[in-house]
């Protein structure tokens, strides 16, 4: 059974960072692995997004373009963890973020942009940008 949980939300001000957490099980993980972990996010009132993706295997990824040059994902095959540090953070980004797996899988634009295309997901952490 696969299983995902975020952690590492939080407040904080604008321009500042965070790093989420994600924890994985249940699936292959790394070298020998197909799976691709997304990141994704849903504010209120709005549906959910896509933020970013790695596949652990090869450490292809994908971003967002709002996020571009702020957020950085990356994975730690050992502890199976895939990680999203989010720097100068705006207002904009507040939102619950999700982590989700599915596989075999390739990142891409529409792949990662997409939630419907991912069958795993983790329990939600919250993320609150103050002005």
């Known amino acids: 059974e696969v299983q995902l949980q975020a952690s590492g939300g939080g407040l904080v001000q604008a321009g500042g960072s965070l790093r989420l957490s994600c924890a994985t099980s249940?699936?292959?993980?790394?070298?020998?692995?197909?799976?691709?972990v997304g990141w994704f996010r849903q504010a209120p009132g709005k549906g959910r997004e896509g933020v970013s993706c790695?596949?652990?295997?090869?450490?292809?990824?994908y971003y967002e373009d709002s996020v571009k040059g702020r957020f950085t994902v990356s994975s730690d095959s050992a502890k199976k963890m895939v990680y999203l540090q989010m720097n100068n953070l705006k207002l904009e980004d507040t939102a619950r973020y999700f982590c989700?797996?599915?596989?075999?899988?390739?990142?891409?634009?529409?792949?990662?942009?997409?939630?419907?295309?991912?069958?795993?997901w983790g329990q939600g952490t919250l993320v609150t940008v103050s002005s």
């Open positions: 249940g699936f292959t993980f790394g070298a020998d692995g197909d799976y691709v």
């Open positions: 790695i596949k652990p295997k090869d450490g292809s990824t």
């Open positions: 989700a797996a599915d596989g075999p899988a390739r990142v891409g634009k529409m792949y990662c942009a997409t939630p419907e295309f991912f069958d795993d």
